[in-house]
């Protein structure tokens, strides 16, 4: 009568950690955005000011979207970037770096995504990419050829700036801090979830570097505490076609102190 009590009580058990389980997997799964995008975070905000001259534009993406964005074109015949940033925050976060491209004499578009700054609608995998291309777009319809752009992508902005890279005829593209998937980086902060069966937003990126035919430059610190220097590694030795990096000691998100502006200033010199 005893074991039958014990067998029972298990099987209870059993069953309620299973329900457990279950109810974590699926508020998860009906959550998981709010894990990978933080449009409401200024985390790395600076008290540096704007330096360049700043044209405010709205660039028209899918869903009747309008991205607000920043526009700097005081350098004729110089090379466009397209900054493309990370997962949390506003262009204001970024002001250094923008000020640093400035510096380097180069015009700039940087794009805030869609749930982000102000803008309509809500970040997803294809909507990111919907939004970079139609960045792209603005910029040909405003008499910048795809051959004068660089895409700059910033951690989660990599997975972007590698997808519309993919037999592009870009400039060059740039990858600070990037991952090798979202779904190597869920297993990483998830062990214990399903991950490949409940991500929504799977950013694939180690699976697209084959198809880039352009100059890469990999930045990325070797004391990254969110995105694994490995990876930034593993991104790098995919990257078959001209290729360069600049790994140093460094976080996530990476000094532009002289050392890192001076290997973005080779870069696109030996773009010319």
């Known amino acids: 009568m005893q074991y039958t009590i014990s067998m029972g009580l ?39 000011t704007i330096k360049f001259n700043n044209e405010v534009v709205s660039i028209n993406s899918t869903n009747e979207i309008a991205l607000k964005s920043w526009f700097h074109n005081n350098n004729p ?16 976060s970024r002001i250094y770096k923008l000020n640093a491209f400035s510096d380097l004499g180069l015009n700039f578009l940087a794009i805030t995504w869609r749930g982000f700054s ?5 970040p997803s995998e294809k909507g990111l990419y919907d939004d970079a291309i139609s960045a792209v777009k603005w910029l040909n319809s405003n008499g910048i050829k795809s051959e004068d752009i660089i895409i700059y992508g910033e951690s989660l902005g990599t997975a972007i700036a590698i997808e519309i ?5 870009y400039a060059g593209v740039i990858l600070e801090s990037p ?16 991950i490949e069966l409940i991500l929504k937003d799977k950013f694939e990126s180690m699976n697209k570097t084959s198809n880039i035919n352009i100059p890469s430059l990999v930045l990325h610190g070797r ?33 532009f102190d002289d050392q890192m502006i001076e ?3 080779k870069f696109v010199k030996s773009l010319d």
Do not use: C, W
């Open 10 to 48: 298990k099987s209870y058990l059993l069953i309620f950690i299973a329900f457990l389980y279950l109810t974590v997997v699926l508020l998860m799964y009906f959550t998981q955005r709010s894990f990978l995008y933080f449009p409401n975070e200024d985390n790395y905000l600076t008290n540096e």
């Open 165 to 169: 890279s993919q037999g592009s005829n």
């Open 179 to 194: 991952f090798t998937s979202i779904i190597s980086m869920g297993k990483l902060k998830f062990p214990y979830l399903p």
């Open 77 to 92: 015949g110089e090379k466009f970037i397209l900054f493309l940033h990370g997962n949390a925050g506003t262009l204001k």
């Open 118 to 122: 102000g803008n309509h609608g809500l």
């Open 263 to 265: 290997a973005i200033r």
């Open 223 to 255: 004391d990254d505490t969110l995105v694994p220097f490995y990876m930034g590694q593993e991104i790098f030795a995919s990257l078959k076609y001209k290729s360069r990096s600049y790994f140093v000691s460094d976080d996530h998100m990476m000094r």
